[in-house]
T-cell receptor, first 115, second 110 residues
Framework: GAVVSQHPSRVICKSGTSVKIECRSL??????MFWYRQFPKQSLMLMAT?????????EQGVEKDKFLINHASLTLSTLTVTSAHPEDSSFYIC???????????FGQGTRLTVV | DAKTTQPPSMDCAEGRAANLPCNHS???????VYWYRQIHSQGPQYIIH???NNETNEMASLIITEDRKSSTLILPHATLRDTAVYYC???????????FGTGTRLTVIP
């Protein structure tokens, strides 16, 4: 299967700072990438859909000014958690698709802890 | 996307077949059944998908009932590494924004 890589895998930051998470498709071009969040013992929740070269589409209840998404190339999308607070501590996961008729491939996830 | 219902947890003996059921009684004609699994603290992994016919790959088999209202994922010879949460998702073909339910936590017992 295709490879999607996230970096970093773990990050600890202080409250009020911003954190950037990268999602890369290593062996294919991804026109669309998705960002999910998963709290402990819960399922994945879709946050936003990121299309290369255009603005991301956010799910209801997700603050677009807090979770900045940039998809500047066909192999890279970034999620920046701005002014992070302890309640933003979560497992953030991205997925990427080659085209809309193939399955999604997921990154290994980034565990964010805000202290 | 249609809602799916899965049992919250199941156990399976190592080496035996694991049969994971999923109900999707409101599935529409253009929706596929997808299965993913998530091993603890990792991103989900694609397993298999199908529309109407049964499907098999190197990981698993997918059995879809004739009325398409339910399906079963079969892991033919479960190993300890198959312990994970298994998600059944139905979605329209061509849409990859996946909405995950609560899944089934499969525990493979030695």
């Amino acid at each position: 299967g295709a490879v999607v890589s996230q970096h970093p895998s773990r990050v600890i930051c202080k409250s009020g700072t911003s954190v950037k998470i990268e999602c890369r498709s290593l062996d294919f071009q991804a026109t669309t990438m998705f960002w999910y969040r998963q709290f402990p013992k819960q399922s994945l929740m879709l946050m936003a859909t990121s299309n290369e070269g255009s603005k991301a589409t956010y799910e209801q209840g997700v603050e677009k000014d807090k979770f900045l998404i940039n998809h500047a190339s066909l192999t890279l999308s970034t999620l920046t958690v701005t002014s992070a607070h302890p309640e933003d501590s979560s497992f953030y996961i991205c997925s990427a698709v080659r085209d809309m008729n193939t399955e999604a491939f997921f990154g290994q996830g980034t565990r964010l802890t805000v202290v | 996307d249609a809602k799916t219902t899965q049992p919250p947890s199941m156990d399976c003996a190592e080496g035996r077949a694991a049969n994971l059921p999923c109900n999707h009684s409101t599935i529409s004609g253009n929706e596929y059944v997808y299965w993913y699994r998530q091993i603890h603290s990792q991103g989900p992994q694609y397993i298999i998908h199908g529309l109407k016919n049964n499907e098999t790959n190197e990981m698993a088999s997918l059995i879809i009932t004739e009325d398409r209202k339910s399906s079963t994922l079969i892991l033919p010879h479960a190993t300890l590494r198959d312990t994970a949460v298994y998600y059944c998702i139905v979605r329209v073909g061509g849409a990859n924004n996946l909405f995950f339910g609560t899944g089934t936590r499969l525990t493979v017992i030695p």
